[in-house]
């Protein structure tokens, strides 16, 4: 996840999993950025980013990238966790085991 899709750390990080054979997918604000590139499957969430690009927004930096981000990730948990007919007390039994 980069808004910019130029963030130096998640390209490190991206590009070692990528030579790894791990598929990526990317979300950025960009998809011709660096990340959109290297991504398997790319994800555009429209948003303000901390460099100025994508959609204008009266939040500061990259506010309403990160929100929107997060709201799609919670959508996609959700959609996967109906899918696969999983409960919120099987979530939490999990997430507690892994503590």
Avoid: C, Y
Wanted: charged share 20%.
């Amino acid at each position: 996840v980069s808004g910019s899709g130029k963030t130096g750390s998640v390209l490190e990080l991206t590009q070692k999993a990528k030579a790894d054979g791990v598929k990526i997918i990317a979300l950025t604000s960009n998809a011709d950025s660096s990340l959109g590139k290297l991504g398997n499957a790319t994800v555009v969430i429209p948003g303000a980013t901390k460099n100025g690009d994508g959609v204008k927004s009266i939040q500061l930096l990259s506010s309403l990238f990160d929100q929107s981000v997060h709201i799609t990730l919670d959508v996609l948990t959700l959609l996967l966790s109906r899918r696969d007919h999983v409960s919120n007390d099987s979530a939490k039994s999990t997430h507690s085991n892994m503590e």
